[in-house]
C-alpha cells in the first residue's frame, strides 16, 4: 500500500520560511519523478515544484521561482518543499505526489496546510 505522508505546515508571517516534508512508502521512491502542488480555497490545483527520480532536475513555475527549492533524500525516501518569503497568496493546502516514468501523478498525499499572514 503505498502511502505520502507530507508534514512541517503551518502559520508564517509573510516573508517567513516553512519547509515542508513528505515521507513515502509502499513504492520504490527512486523510481518516481516527484512533485508538490498546492490547492487555495476557490482555486485550481497548481503544481510548485518538481524533481525528477534522481534529484538531478527540477522545474519551477514562474509564481515560485527563485523563492522555492525542492530536494529529495532517496535513502530517506523522502521528498522536501523549502519556501522562502513566504507571500499571503502561498497560502493553500500543499500536497505531495509520486509519478512513475511515464506516467501521470497516481499516488497522493493528504496534504498539509499553509497560511502565510500579512
Known amino acids: 500500500q503505498v502511502q505520502l505522508v507530507e508534514s512541517g505546515g503551518g502559520l508564517v508571517q509573510a516573508g517567513g520560511s516553512l519547509r515542508l516534508s513528505c515521507a513515502a512508502s509502499?513504492?520504490?521512491?527512486?523510481?518516481?519523478?516527484m512533485g508538490w502542488f498546492r490547492q487555495a480555497p476557490g482555486k485550481d490545483r497548481e503544481s510548485v515544484a518538481t524533481?525528477?527520480?534522481?534529484?538531478?532536475?527540477?522545474y519551477f513555475p514562474d509564481s515560485v521561482k527563485g523563492r522555492f527549492s525542492i530536494s529529495r533524500d532517496n535513502a530517506k525516501n523522502t521528498v522536501y518543499l523549502q519556501m522562502n518569503s513566504l507571500k499571503p497568496e502561498d497560502t493553500a493546502v500543499y500536497y505531495c505526489?509520486?509519478?512513475?516514468?511515464?506516467?501521470?501523478?497516481?499516488?497522493w498525499g493528504q496534504g498539509t496546510q499553509v497560511t502565510v499572514s500579512s
Open positions: 505526489a509520486a509519478s512513475p516514468v511515464g506516467g501521470g501523478y497516481d499516488y
Open positions: 509502499g513504492l520504490t521512491f527512486s523510481r518516481y519523478t
Open positions: 524533481i525528477t527520480r534522481g534529484g538531478r532536475t527540477t
